[in-house]
């Protein structure tokens, strides 16, 4: 009998010592790839070019939307929400007071504190850059400039550095008129890094504003 005992006692700790090992880990946020908890996040299936590629570090995005999102971010400030420059720009993209106000963004503090806002910010302000060069991202697209292939998230990456207006120069100009940031970041490099990604959802909007 106290065999028998000792036997399902040693029975129930083995379980119980086994289960353990199927506990789920907690998740843990990566500040640097965070995008807002309510951030639609748009994948797609990677090119056969993409799926050919092995050690890929993880997360990986490829060229899809979020990756595009998350390259520029990393460009502009590594990924800080809290950043501002010397010249005054703010946050993880960096954008101006000015063109805040335009989607209805006066409080800077509370655009600097406010991840969400600044996602939706990012968003509407590529709606808004997309409107004004829908013509430029018909007529350009797939061509060669300068010896870098034209493409629309290439256009929107620009527009993003050097405003619209900067963009149909440099493209209607066939690359003759030349733009640089107060950095030197000049708008070739943008349209080179940023170019291929698929930012087909979104919806040029002229009109965008930010719901805060």
Do not use: C
Not at 37 to 48: C, L, S
Not at 95 to 109: E, P, Q, T, Y
């Amino acid at each position: 009998m106290i065999k028998k005992w000792y036997y399902f006692a040693g029975l129930l700790v083995a379980i119980a010592f086994i289960s353990l090992g199927f506990k789920p880990k907690e998740s843990q946020e990566n500040s640097w790839f965070y995008v807002g908890e309510d951030e639609e996040i748009v994948y797609q299936v990677p090119t056969q070019e993409e799926s050919q590629y092995v050690n890929l570090e993880l997360p990986y995005t490829g060229k899809t939307y979020t990756g595009f999102k998350q390259a520029i971010a990393i460009r502009e400030s590594q990924g800080q929400y809290k950043l501002v420059n010397s010249f005054g720009y703010m946050g993880k993209y960096q954008f101006g007071m000015s063109a805040l106000r335009s989607i209805g963004i006066k409080d800077r503090n509370y655009f600097l504190n406010n991840p969400r806002l600044q996602e939706k910010a990012f968003k509407a302000l590529l709606s808004i850059n997309k409107a004004q060069l829908e013509d430029e991202i018909e007529k350009f697209e797939g061509k060669i400039i300068n010896g870098v292939k034209i493409t629309e998230s290439g256009i929107l990456a620009a527009a993003h550095l050097g405003g619209a207006g900067s963009v149909k120069g440099y493209l209607n100009s066939n690359g003759r008129r030349k733009f640089k940031d107060g950095f030197g970041t000049s708008m070739k490099s943008y349209f080179k890094k940023f170019g291929g990604y698929d930012t087909s959802n979104i919806i040029a909007n002229m009109n965008a504003k930010v719901k805060l």
